[in-house]
């Protein structure tokens, strides 16, 4: 009896091969649809993180742009007093010039910005720009900057605007630079040995 109540039991548990099939794809069916569930959940999620995070750049460009602007408010109002101020009083004038200088020069810093000089250093294309050439007499002073046209400028260790130099070369190398025939140039070294 044992054997018979047996094979009974196991026909009733044993599944054909498609009905396993069947409750197999049943299966991942489910399993699939809870992960394209759970991605489109996730990509909604991303998506709104991406429109918070752009939506909170532009906040802090537009504070950091209006922070700027009102620290430079002071500086514009002491340049329309100077300008409205009447008098011939050139020296009072010079002076006053000055202390707006210092006075935005003290804000920018303030903002992180450093000046920075090239002269008498060796050229290097990172923080200057070379804008024309003078000829030099030593070795030592080849390639390395000997005038600044315009002055350089950094924020954070980054440059924002590199110098604006003039380099010296020895006489034979300048005769030879491809940059050498060019009227500007030309013109810019006779007005520095003059």
Do not use: W
Request: charged letters at 35%; hydrophobic letters at 35%.
């Amino acid at each position: 009896m044992d054997i018979v109540e047996n094979r009974a039991h196991n026909r009733k548990e044993k599944k054909g091969p498609v009905t396993e099939l069947v409750e197999r794809v049943y299966e991942l069916e489910v399993i699939a649809q809870t992960l394209k569930n759970d991605y489109l959940r996730a990509l909604a999620d991303f998506d709104n993180f991406r429109r918070r995070m752009e939506r909170d750049i532009e906040i802090k460009k537009r504070e950091g742009v209006e922070a700027l602007i009102c620290d430079l408010l002071p500086v514009l109002d002491n340049f329309e007093r100077a300008l409205n101020a009447s008098g011939d009083n050139a020296e009072g004038i010079k002076k006053g010039v000055e202390l707006i200088y210092r006075q935005l020069v003290s804000i920018l810093e303030g903002y992180g910005l450093k000046g920075f000089s090239c002269v008498g250093e060796k050229f290097d294309p990172r923080r200057a720009e070379a804008v024309g050439y003078v000829e030099c007499a030593t070795p030592e002073e080849d390639n390395q900057v000997v005038e600044e046209v315009c002055r350089g400028y950094e924020v954070a260790g980054r440059v924002i605007r590199p110098s604006r130099v003039k380099v010296g070369k020895i006489g034979s190398k300048l005769e030879s630079s491809p940059e050498a025939g060019t009227g500007e140039i030309e013109q810019e070294n006779q007005e520095s040995n003059s």
